[in-house]
């Protein structure tokens, strides 16, 4: 479904070559939910830009459904962690989720039909003529999942969505994606510092190092299909993998890097 | 490019637009310099070139006749040889004066008046009507007046300066002494502070930002009105030379003139935004608000 | 306090100091025969009989339509160019110092170089208008373009909005408070060249009326002028506060909104 092949990313700036990533490989398959996770400084963000089209990388390559990406695919929706930035503050939410749309062929009926389902599975079927900047910080998330969803993606990428929310409102909209992931039936791509939501959401978890990155480990998450927050996080197994991934991140911020890179 | 800003106070800004949350991005790649290897100032310099030889060609083929609009060289032979005659340098002198003097009455008047009405509440919201009402009549309306008393003289031209420039001043000041902490001004009220050493330590420094803006809108200001009211009224400076010229039919020297006042103004711009950045330097409060600024 | 009361205790407020400079003014020239400074109400009840009536209509109404055609024929050019220029680093590089330099001519420098081209007729004013309005507009449609969020630019990548909407659902809005400035500042330079275009070289329009009166010493006429002007001046400074209200609604609601926090 999607693969990053031998990525690499060099930034050059005023005399100085920085690598930000010097060989990440891994394969997401259909219907998958994988998580990244990486001390700060690994390039997270960077590497999710170039498999969302956004940045061209210096070597290597991403290939979705077969074809090589060049620049922001029809197929993907990205979720960014800045929400307050992300959503258009001259519009409504309403607005906001159906600008996407109206670049696809479709007749306003069906899209409208978008919109609504995509509110309403994120719990905001009220809101539709508010303005972003009226809203919560966690609404204004759910709003730019909504836009993603209505958008009727096969790879849903999402950028530490939930960085910049309060732990509460964490903790729902970590749940929210499940629902979502399990229900919509598309590929996710979470990019998260938050080792325990790497746990708890993934069904895998790719360890990065520090710069310039590669993949330290693919941790595969053997938890049970069913999670909830009380539950799941109270698993022995949950702690084990937890604990096994933080000390690969305590490595990885110590400068360890797997032999031969 | 910096922009003046009127409509909000114009504090030193980040983006306009920017929503809640962080200016910078975490992960976003780090901003690289000459990234396509030709420097800013060689484009720019090529881009005055560029300006410099569509002003020599459209006269010289034609397309706008050259009596109106004389080939570029023609032009910089005239400049050059105006800058070596006494009528150049005294037009100059007489407008750099109504500038400076304009300039010097407007922020002397803007900044007492300023700190007297921002620092009362009473006053403020007494003059906030009189001041927008007064605030966006045009002071060329003056001019007929300004005829009347005092003929093409010096002081004709300074009604019109400083009516406009004052404004300018008055603003910001208010601005400025609005933002002072009401805490500290408690404490120093409380600490026996006098008046002038309230207005030492407490308001001029939290206002010195928003004065700064208030010196470079007005120094543009005063310099747009002292050339208008040569123009309008005839009074002696570079304005009076340019209409002089045309009425007399010396276009390349009115050119000429026209160049030397953008030239002015260029300075003015660069030399008080310069004087802006050296005094906000040091300055303790730099706000960074999203808000209009440069 | 009651709602009646506190209106008109605001009320008091806003026109207790003008009403008090008014009275101030009617009353040192009450008694004045001097030949520049007629009484108040002598100036005041010429300037019933001489604009409040039809008669005023050939001077008020073309020196209005000049100023709405230039104002308007330079806000339209300064944004049309100023968007490309904002948006390609290449080209504003490349302007920039041109820009800053033809800024800095003081617009009604331009009315001797008109003159040349254009004549002394409609064409002429309204040429000065437009280009002494264009530049406020233009450079800060640059400042605003440029200052663009980036998280809303990647947005726009990612959903792979076309052109045409990205110019009308991101660049123009997001610009727009920014060029509201520049349209701001050329709504007073535009009065001014209304004015002075007129006071040069006319034969109609307030400006010309005003240098009419002054040369035929028709003094309390000139001083009704000077009153006409600073109403014109207030009222057009009102009706841009007005639409700017309605027009960046949402932008003062979000700042509201970030003041807050």
Redesign the interface.
Same mark, same amino acid.
């Given at each position: 479904m999607l693969e990053v092949k031998q990525l690499r990313k060099v930034?050059?700036?005023?005399?100085r070559a920085?690598e930000?990533i010097r060989d990440v490989n891994f394969k997401v398959g259909q219907g998958e939910l994988v998580c990244i996770v990486g001390p700060?400084g690994a390039?997270?963000?960077?590497l999710l830009?170039c498999i969302?089209?956004?940045?061209a990388p210096t070597a290597g390559g991403v290939i979705l459904e077969g074809n090589a990406v060049h620049?922001?695919p029809?197929a993907?929706?990205?979720v960014?962690?800045?929400?307050?930035?992300?959503?258009?503050?001259?519009?409504t939410v309403h607005d906001n989720v159906a600008?996407?749309l109206?670049?696809k062929r479709m007749t306003a009926g069906r899209r409208e039909e978008l919109v609504s389902n995509a509110l309403a599975a994120v719990d905001l079927a009220n809101v539709h003529g508010a303005?972003?900047?009226?809203l919560s910080?966690g609404m204004q998330q759910r709003v730019a999942i909504a836009?993603a969803v209505a958008?009727e993606p096969h790879v849903l990428l999402m950028d530490?969505p939930f960085a910049?929310v309060d732990a509460q409102t964490r903790a729902d909209l970590e749940d929210l994606i499940r629902v979502l992931w399990h229900k919509l039936e598309v590929t996710v791509l979470f990019v998260t510092h938050d080792i325990d939501e790497s746990v708890y959401l993934g069904q895998r978890v790719l360890i990065m190092s520090h710069a310039p990155t590669v993949i330290m480990e693919d941790v595969a998450i053997d938890l049970p299909d069913e999670r909830t927050q009380l539950e799941t996080r109270s698993l022995p197994r949950f702690g084990e993998l937890r604990k096994h991934i933080y000390s690969q991140i305590q490595l990885a911020k110590q400068g360890w890097r797997p032999p031969g890179t | 490019m910096a922009a003046e800003a009127t409509i909000a106070p114009a504090k030193i800004g980040a983006k306009i637009?920017?929503?809640?949350?962080?200016p910078a991005? #975490?992960?976003? #790649? #780090?901003?690289?310099?000459?990234?396509t290897g030709v420097p800013a100032w060689l484009r720019g310099l090529s881009g005055l070139i560029g300006f410099a030889l569509i002003l020599e060609i459209v006269p010289r083929i034609g397309l706008v006749s050259p009596h109106y609009l004389p080939p570029f060289s023609a032009i910089m032979v005239a400049l050059f040889r105006e800058l070596m005659s006494a009528t150049f340098w005294t037009a100059f002198a007489d407008t750099m004066r109504a500038w400076a003097l304009g300039l010097v009455i407007s922020l002397a008047a803007g900044t007492v008046i300023g700190i007297v009405i921002g620092s009362s509440n009473l006053l403020r919201t007494l003059t906030y009507s009189t001041i927008e009402f007064l605030r966006p009549i045009p002071s060329v309306a003056l001019i007929p007046l300004a005829v009347l008393l005092f003929g093409t003289q010096l002081e004709s031209t300074l009604i019109l300066v400083v009516y406009a420039a004052f404004w300018q001043v008055l603003i910001q000041v208010l601005y400025g002494v609005h933002d002072v902490d009401p805490v500290a001004r408690e404490t120093a009220r409380s600490y026996g502070l006098g008046t002038f050493a309230q207005v030492r330590y407490l308001i001029w420094p939290t206002m010195l930002p928003y004065l700064m803006t208030g010196v470079r809108l007005a120094a543009a200001v005063a310099l747009i009105l002292a050339i208008t009211s040569e123009i309008a009224i005839d009074t002696e400076g570079l304005g009076r030379e340019i209409s002089q010229t045309e009425a007399g039919g010396a276009v390349a020297i009115m050119y000429a003139y026209v160049i030397v006042t953008g030239i002015v103004g260029v300075i003015v711009n660069l030399g008080a935004r310069a004087l802006e950045r050296r005094v906000l330097f040091w300055h303790p409060s730099m706000r960074l608000d999203a808000g209009s600024g440069r | 306090m009651s709602g009646a009361l506190s209106l008109a205790r605001r009320a008091g407020i806003v026109l207790a100091l003008p009403a008090a400079l008014i009275a101030l003014w009617w009353v040192t020239s009450a008694g004045s025969d001097s030949f520049y400074f007629p009484p108040l109400a002598t100036i005041l009840h010429t300037f019933v009989t001489l604009w409040l009536s039809p008669d005023a209509i050939p001077n008020v109404v073309p020196s209005l339509i000049r100023f709405a055609v230039g104002y308007f024929a330079a806000g339209l050019i300064g944004i049309a160019v100023g968007i490309p220029v904002g948006a390609s680093r290449k080209l504003r590089q490349t302007l920039e110092p041109v820009l800053e330099f033809l800024r800095a001519v003081p617009p009604p420098v331009l009315v001797p170089v008109l003159i040349l081209f254009a004549g002394i007729g409609d064409e002429m004013k309204i040429l000065v208008i437009v280009f002494g309005c264009v530049w406020p507009v233009l450079l800060n449609t640059v400042a605003g373009v440029r200052a663009l969020?980036e998280?809303?630019e990647?947005?726009v990548?990612?959903?792979?909005?076309?052109r045409m909407?990205r110019l009308w659902?991101?660049v123009l809005?997001?610009a727009?408070p920014q060029i509201f400035t520049g349209l701001r500042q050329s709504l007073s330079v535009g009065i001014i060249l209304m004015v002075v275009s007129e006071m040069f070289a006319a034969s109609n329009g307030i400006g010309f009326a005003l240098v009419q009166y002054q040369r035929t010493f028709a003094i309390p006429e000139m001083w009704s002028g000077i009153i006409l002007l600073g109403l014109i001046g207030i009222a057009l400074s009102l009706v841009f506060r007005a639409a700017e209200a309605w027009l960046l609604a949402?932008?003062h609601?979000?700042r509201r909104?970030?003041r807050a926090n």
């Open positions: 930034y050059d700036g005023a005399g920085v930000a700060s390039g997270k963000t960077t830009k969302a089209g956004l940045l620049g922001p029809p993907m929706a990205v960014f962690q800045e929400y307050g930035r992300s959503l258009f503050p001259w519009m600008l996407p109206k670049q303005y972003p900047w009226q910080g836009r958008y530490e910049a | 637009g920017a929503g809640i949350g962080a991005r #975490p992960g976003a #790649p #780090p901003k690289s310099g000459a990234r | 969020d998280v809303l990647d947005v990548r990612c959903y792979r909005i076309g909407a659902h991101f809005p997001g727009s949402w932008y609601g979000l909104t970030q």
